[in-house]
């Protein structure tokens, strides 16, 4: 198989390459460790670029400027209404930034620029979908005794200094999601990117500082598993919020519970897309790629066990097939480019091992499965796997790269428990033209976000996982409550002055 483009070893240049400092306390300052994190475009293997990995040091600046911008700084004075209006001017700022920031996302992790071109828009959008949450901050909300006599006032405080660790996989909107929620709140915070995308999230620091906010409440450190360590367990923390991998998210809840400290987890996942029998495959395969194989299978939620009735059974891959065939894979920053290659070169080869796993188990490769040999970069072939069964390694293991599997079921029962059998639950799709049938489906499958038709996230609504997929949600205000504390302060109706 042979790239679409291959991509060249020049490179558009970015806002930033190499870096020497964090952003603590309302400045840009050096960090106190010499030691580095490397940037590598993963379609060209280059190191064009890198970035402090901090500190312990560092690591507790930041955290004590965040404890006291929330203990005795201007903002623990401002009003929900203020912090929304900062988040509005931080989204205009963040969408003047949008192609520099495309492109420094793209050379980071290799994401096609067609998928990062509309980060800081989506990121944007998070921002002023959130500020306009402001009023059930500012609610009253009284509730009286059952008994009489007396009523309790229900205060949401703001939970404190937020740890917030996002992944590399989409570096600003994972972050953006936690960030806008936990500044409406009132909290503070201290970022942390993935240690290969260390670069793009400046864009975000920079439209926060540019719209106001004041000194200590958004940090910056970068780095990698030791700082993340720090961080969750430092005693200023109040709350964590990550994104990753599941085996890190349980090391990360397992230290929260240890110090009874709020975190929220959105980890991994196998989701499904079940197949009804009166599909219309026409309109599955024009939603296949971004439902299934999104950012070049890169992506948490999407569903890459396809589950496909037996009497349709070879009518389907194919489908599948002849869609994923299609798409063109490349040098990310070409427009036309679907499938890029994988973010760094553990990824490469963490996919190739599921490959060369799924063929001796017994799959079939119906397309793909196989590096693209010959380019610089760390390429896989986009892969349709058929003849996939329940107790296969990659029918159960998160691959994270381009490989969709194709499983055979009976009947509907079946599809459903198919669909359910799995230590996941993020995400997953019915597709049906039915939609009384598709929404019966729907409900039946245990995980915490299901499309009838398509799959997406909606900023109104909460996204979060099930079993191994994570703890607590984003997004909707059931996403900004995660951020609060909550006071209950009882007083007798007989001494409320009017």
């Known amino acids: 198989m042979t790239l679409a483009r291959t991509p060249a070893r020049t490179r558009p240049a970015t806002r930033w390459t190499h870096v020497d400092d964090l952003y603590v306390d309302g400045r840009w300052v050096p960090s ?35 404890h006291r911008a929330f203990t005795s700084g201007p903002w623990p004075a401002t009003t929900p209404a203020q912090r929304a209006e900062l988040l509005r001017r931080a989204a205009d700022h963040l969408e003047a930034s949008a192609e520099q920031l495309a492109l420094t996302t793209t050379r980071e992790n290799g994401s096609p620029i067609s998928e990062t071109r509309g980060a800081a828009a989506n990121a944007a959008g998070i921002l002023r979908h959130v500020a306009g949450l402001a009023p059930w901050l500012a609610q009253d909300d009284v509730r009286p005794f059952p008994a009489g006599g007396a009523e309790t006032v229900v205060r949401r405080d703001p939970v404190g200094p937020c740890v917030l660790i996002a ?44 719209a106001g906010a004041p000194p200590g409440v958004v940090n910056l450190v970068t780095g990698g598993g030791e700082a993340g360590d720090h961080l969750v367990r430092h005693p200023r923390t109040a709350k964590v919020a990550f994104t990753g991998s ?27 897309a079940v197949v009804l029998p009166d599909a219309d495959l026409d309109a599955v395969a024009g939603v296949l790629i971004r439902s299934c194989l999104r950012n070049t299978g890169q992506t948490c939620y999407i569903s890459t066990r396809i589950l496909a009735p037996a009497e349709r059974y070879d009518e389907v891959v194919d489908m599948v097939a002849r869609t994923v065939a299609a798409a063109p894979q ?96 993020l995400g997953g799709i019915v597709f049906g033209r039915d939609s009384a049938v598709a929404q019966s489906v729907a409900e039946r499958i245990d995980s915490g976000s299901v499309g009838i038709n398509f799959f997406a996230s909606n900023h109104a609504a909460p996204f979060g996982g099930r079993h191994d997929s994570g703890l607590g949600v984003e997004y909707g205000i059931e996403g900004l409550a995660q951020y609060v504390t909550y006071k209950s302060v009882h007083r007798r109706l007989d001494e409320v002055s009017t």
């Not at 709140?185 to 240690?195: I, M």
């Not at 599941?246 to 499904?272: N, Y």
């Not at 920053?333 to 070169?345: I, N």
């Not at 010959?374 to 072939?381: A, K, N, S």
């Open 32 to 66: 106190s460790s010499s030691a580095r994190l490397p940037q590598v475009d993963p379609a060209t293997g280059e190191h064009w670029g890198s970035a402090p990995d901090c500190s312990p040091a560092d690591v507790d600046t930041a955290l004590q400027a965040a």
């Open 246 to 272: 599941t085996p890190v998210g349980r090391r990360i809840a397992a230290t929260c519970g240890e110090l009874l400290r709020p975190v929220t987890l959105e980890l991994g996942g196998k989701s499904a």
């Open 330 to 425: 490349g040098d990310p920053l070409d427009e036309d480019t679907v499938f890029g290659p994988m973010a760094s070169r553990a990824q490469f080869d963490a996919v190739l091992a599921h490959l060369d796993r799924a063929r001796a188990d017994g799959a079939r490769v119906v397309l793909g499965g196989a590096p693209v040999e010959g380019v610089p970069g760390w390429f896989v072939q986009p892969t349709v796997l058929a003849d996939v069964t329940p107790t296969m390694a990659i029918a159960r293991e998160e691959v994270f790269g381009p490989v969709v599997t194709v499983l055979r079921y009976g009947d509907v029962d079946e599809a459903v428990a198919l669909a359910n059998d799995s230590d996941f639950g």
């Open 167 to 210: 992944p590399w996989n989409f570096p600003i909107n994972l972050m953006v999601v936690k960030l806008a929620p936990a500044l409406l709140a009132g909290c503070t915070a201290v970022l942390k990117p993935a240690p290969s995308t260390s670069l793009s999230i400046r864009f975000v620091v920079e439209a926060l500082a540019a």
